[in-house]
């Protein structure tokens, strides 16, 4: 059971180039999540989904689009990108949206645009 | 917007202090989660706090829910090197349901 795992580790990318942010889960978790985090800024709420083929925009969504596919898997893309877009990236699955409910996290995909 | 402020934002100290952290609102929060995040990994939850007034223990960690349910702490006794890392608080916004982080705390406990 590797929970989630996030790929690649690390990225540098150039002003304007894409790439995909991969994401998978292995626990059956229905919600997904994409988070950036920032130094001294925590985490902000990129997209989520609550299942296969439902996504939608959290609190800073610009940039950036998702898909779910399947359950497992939930990918962040970003296709233009900009200086601004340099953090690191997290994933994380939880079974329910239940208040109390555990979010599970990836490692992280630090990436830097230049 | 639901806020959540935490201080100190950093924090250094010897093995053996004890330290408290703290996470501050002007909103009520249904509940309140800690998280503790290792250099080059994901959040891990601590805890999850959900009756104002509850005081939860884990070990050397104790966290409360404030009575209005606007606030929360964690006190950590003796602290320890392993105790190192990043500390955030979070907790659901009452508008999306979804989690709302406060900035994080980071902590050094040197030897």
């Known amino acids: 059971n590797a929970g989630v795992t996030q790929t690649p580790k690390f990225r540098i990318l150039k002003i304007g180039q894409s790439m995909t942010l991969q994401c998978t889960q292995d626990m059956n978790h229905n919600y997904m999540y994409w988070y950036r985090q920032d130094p001294g800024m925590g985490l902000k709420l990129i997209y989520y989904s609550v299942g296969a083929g439902i996504t939608d925009k959290g609190e800073v969504p610009n940039g950036y689009n998702v898909s779910r596919s399947t359950t497992e898997d939930f990918p962040l893309r970003l296709e233009l990108a900009a200086p601004s877009q340099t953090s690191v990236y997290f994933c994380?699955?939880?079974?329910?949206?239940?208040?109390?409910?555990?979010?599970?996290f990836g490692p992280g995909t630090r990436l830097t645009v230049l | 917007t639901q806020l959540l402020e935490q201080s100190p934002q950093f924090l250094s100290i010897q093995e053996g202090e004890n330290l408290t952290v703290y996470c501050n609102s002007s909103s009520v929060f249904s509940s309140l989660q800690w998280y503790r995040q290792e250099p080059g990994e994901g959040p891990v939850l601590l805890v999850t706090v959900v009756t104002g007034g509850e005081v939860k223990k884990l070990k050397r960690l104790t966290f409360q829910f404030g009575d209005a349910r606007k606030d929360s702490s964690l006190h950590i006794t003796a602290a320890q090197p392993g105790d190192t890392g990043l500390y955030l608080c979070?907790?659901?916004?009452?508008?999306?349901?979804?989690?709302?982080f406060g900035q994080g705390t980071t902590l050094q406990v040197k030897p």
């Open positions: 994380a699955s939880s079974l329910s949206l239940a208040l109390a409910d555990t979010q599970y």
């Open positions: 979070a907790g659901p916004s009452s508008n999306t349901g979804k989690l709302i």
